[in-house]
């Protein structure tokens, strides 16, 4: 049972992003791979290539992540990241709950990937 708080925190992030989820540029939507420990988690793209990522402490206690979770990332600054010798190249900017990755697998970016990839395999990593 969620208490209060998150359930609230949830319900406006949910209706929030519901009317505007849209990826802007510089993001990319990413699937959580494993958890690294701490801050860090490691992500998947649609082509995929693994990445580290840092999850942000206003996430930490408020939102909660598990293998197999989708995420919109900051890739921005990926390229420099990696040619200075840093590890971690993203940064986590949305956690996207159940409602919100079902909305953007409709969505006509999604089939893109999906025709490039096969649909099958988007729809089976999603864990839906």
């Not at 699937?31 to 420990?37: C, F, P």
């Not at 649909?119 to 089976?124: H, S, T």
């Amino acid at each position: 049972m969620m208490k209060g708080g998150r359930k609230n925190l949830k319900k406006r992030a949910v209706e929030s992003s519901e009317d505007r989820l849209s990826i802007q540029d510089g993001q990319s939507v990413m699937q959580v791979v494993s958890l690294r420990g701490s801050n860090l988690i490691e992500v998947m793209d649609a082509q995929g290539e693994k990445s580290l990522a840092l999850f942000p402490a206003k996430f930490q206690k408020s939102m909660w992540i598990k293998r197999g979770s989708f995420v919109v990332v900051d890739i921005s600054g990926k390229e420099k990241a990696l040619e200075s010798g840093s590890k971690v190249a993203c940064i986590v900017s949305q956690v996207l709950f159940y409602e919100q990755v079902r909305s953007l697998q409709k969505s006509p970016e999604c089939y893109k990937v999906a025709k490039e990839r096969g649909r099958a395999y988007f729809l089976n990593q999603a864990n839906i």
